[in-house]
């Protein structure tokens, strides 16, 4: 399968503004949230939840007006889970360059009508990039393991 990435671009909107007059954090959550499903569902070609969201890493605010773009991409497949990349980038409106505003990784699960998780097509790497991700979300997957052992006292 191929997996360019799904872009969203818009105009940031003064609904989306925070009591410091920059894009609110949770504005930003959602829209990545929603970026993350277009990506998953699109790969899978079936209904995914979220089951993880992680690092998440605002850079820098990003202003009100500005345009934004999100892209998203697979970088990792499990049996029924698939790891997906997220950048937010913005730009002023009146200049050519977007700058990296926020990353994260965000783990869906693709399920059936009944809500079980069904397979999802196997993601493979063909560039040394794309083996790098896919080492990233490797990583990162360890380290919920343990971060996760480290929390159960406490759930």
Request: hydrophobic share 35%; proline share 4%; aromatic share 10%.
């Given at each position: 399968?191929?997996n ?7 105009i940031?909107?003064?609904t ?17 949230d929603q ?8 790969w ?5 939840v979220t089951?993880?969201?992680?690092g ?5 605010p990003?202003?009100?007006?500005e345009?934004v ?8 497949t499990?049996t029924s889970?698939?790891?997906?990349a ?6 002023n409106?009146?200049e050519?360059t977007?700058?990296?505003k926020t990353?994260c ?6 399920v059936d009508?009944?809500?079980k998780s069904?397979q999802?097509p196997?993601?493979?790497?063909t ?6 991700m ?11 393991r343990?971060i996760?052992d ?6």
């Amino acid at each position: 399968m191929d997996n360019k990435p799904i872009t969203f671009q818009f105009i940031s909107e003064p609904t989306d503004v925070n009591f410091g007059g920059n894009v609110h954090g949770g504005s930003v959550m959602k829209w990545i949230d929603q970026v993350g499903y277009a990506c998953a569902s699109n790969w899978s070609s079936s209904y995914c939840v979220t089951v993880y969201v992680g690092g998440i890493r605002f850079y820098q605010p990003i202003k009100i007006g500005e345009i934004v773009k999100l892209e998203s991409h697979v970088i990792y497949t499990g049996t029924s889970s698939m790891h997906i990349a997220i950048d937010v980038y913005s730009r002023n409106i009146k200049e050519k360059t977007f700058e990296k505003k926020t990353h994260c990784i965000i783990v869906f699960v693709a399920v059936d009508e009944k809500g079980k998780s069904v397979q999802v097509p196997k993601w493979t790497p063909t560039t040394e990039q794309e083996i790098q991700m896919q080492e990233y979300a490797i990583k990162l997957m360890n380290l919920r393991r343990d971060i996760e052992d480290e929390m159960k006292p406490f759930l």
